[in-house]
């Protein structure tokens, strides 16, 4: 008889804070990502250029980061994962440090293509890497704890730079983001085990003598998810990549990333236009931030059991938030009435974007199965497409109306919530097993 090493039912202290760091890494690439979105009209001010054309900071940055990721993602195939992502955010570092100084358009631009060039690697890799820290039925929670970082970003990240860049100016607050992220380059040096010679990145240990495991469970065909959704052997972690359902659900996701950043991108043109007055801004980018903290504390607890489902629920409320803040600007009552609509759109809308990014992520990497960094390459191409994308057609719908922005955002995600609802691409869940019950005679 052979009884199985028992696998730990919960994330450790250990790797909590652990993923706390690597959280702090999305945070601050996230941060400078959308660093522009709250000091839009600032910038543009300053540098004597069209808000539309700063607009275009974010899909340049995007286009970039979708051109590059692949290969760069193939480059950082040669060093360690944990090397790969330090790398990058000492070139988000040396990005921020750009911005800082920039006196001109052209000094921007180079600043947001520098941190391009390792977005790609960052986010592929970063979701992997947390797989590594806990167990295998607790990828989707690690995903989502990782993915905080980027809800936190909404949180603090953007209204804080805003806030703090009215009050000591763009440059200084894009100086301040790049001794932040020094800091967390620290912690992901300790979080992934890469300081002293010889240590390894933290992940599972090999069982036994190092020969293979034997399957886990009971070898019995597994019951149908809570989502109805019949399980398939290449839904799970560690099995064989499923390319065709890993490229549909990215397609799916790129249409719901454009229709994000085609009103995210001018959010404070926007915020401006449907409650009368630009006051408002830093307030419902909290506001937005804060639902985005909800939403990813639901996610990581839905994420792991039934994430057909709970991709649906939250297409549906992204899909109401910016329904609501597309009729915000026509209710009657005043800016009182326009702002308590529009903080609720927000929302509705920050709420369900932070939770459906964990979703879709770890979808991709249980339809990966082995395959997950060249499929999260894959998926973080696809989100820069959508990005690019969406703040493209926002600026070309700027010249309109910024009221057709959450119009066309909100059809948008209706035809994702469609698709989602019809072809059910988001696969099922790891099931944890005792592995002390997988006892051979």
Not at 356 to 368: C, D, E, I, N, Y
């Amino acid at each position: 008889m052979s009884t199985g090493t028992a696998a730990p039912a919960r994330i450790d202290a250990s790797a909590a804070a652990r993923l706390a760091v690597l959280a702090g890494a999305t945070f601050v690439y996230v941060t400078f990502e959308v660093f522009p979105v709250g000091l839009i009209q600032d910038i543009a001010g300053s540098l004597d250029v069209p808000t539309g054309r700063v607009g275009l900071l974010i899909s340049g940055y995007a286009v970039v980061a979708a051109v590059v990721t692949m290969p760069t993602v193939a480059l950082a195939a040669r060093v360690s994962r944990g090397t790969a992502l330090v790398v990058s955010l000492l070139v988000l570092v040396v990005a921020e440090v750009l911005a800082g100084f920039a006196t001109s358009y052209s000094v921007m631009v180079v600043s947001r293509v520098a941190a391009a060039l390792t977005h790609g690697v960052l986010w592929s890799l970063i979701a992997p890497a947390a797989a590594t820290l806990v167990p295998r039925h607790r990828v989707g929670t690690a995903t989502a704890a990782v993915f905080g970082g980027s809800t936190l970003a909404a949180i603090v990240g953007s209204p804080g730079t805003t806030l703090v860049g009215e009050l000591i100016g763009w440059r200084a607050t894009a100086l301040a983001l790049a001794a932040a992220t020094v800091a967390v380059t620290v912690g992901v040096v300790w979080a992934l085990g890469l300081y002293g010679r010889g240590r390894r990145t933290p992940g599972p240990e090999p069982e036994g003598d190092g020969t293979p495991a034997e399957p886990e469970g009971d070898c019995t065909p597994a019951e149908p998810e809570g989502d109805g959704t019949p399980e398939r052997p290449d839904d799970r972690i560690g099995g064989r990549a499923h390319w065709p359902r890993v490229l549909t659900l990215c397609a799916v996701a790129v249409v719901l990333i454009s229709a994000h950043f085609l009103s995210y991108t001018y959010f404070a043109v926007l915020v401006t236009d449907v409650t009368g007055t630009s006051g408002a801004t830093v307030g419902l980018l909290a506001v937005f931030g804060g639902a985005g903290a909800v939403g990813t504390w639901l996610v990581g607890r839905y994420n792991d059991t039934v994430p057909q489902r709970t991709a649906s629920v939250t297409i549906a409320v992204f899909a109401g938030g910016t329904g609501l803040l597309a009729l915000a600007s026509g209710l009657g009552g005043g800016v009182m009435a326009r702002g308590t609509a529009a903080a609720v759109a927000v929302a509705l809308w920050g709420g369900a974007f932070a939770a459906v990014g964990p979703v879709f992520q770890t979808g991709v990497m249980r339809l990966a199965g082995s395959d997950a960094d060249r499929a999260s390459s894959v998926y973080v191409t696809g989100f820069q497409i959508g990005i690019a994308s969406g703040s493209a057609l926002g600026a070309a719908l700027l010249g309109r109306s910024s009221l057709w922005l959450p119009v066309v955002s909100t059809v948008l995600v209706t035809v994702v919530l469609l698709i989602v609802l019809v072809r059910r691409p988001v696969p099922v869940a790891e099931k944890p097993v005792d592995r002390y019950s997988a006892v051979h005679s």
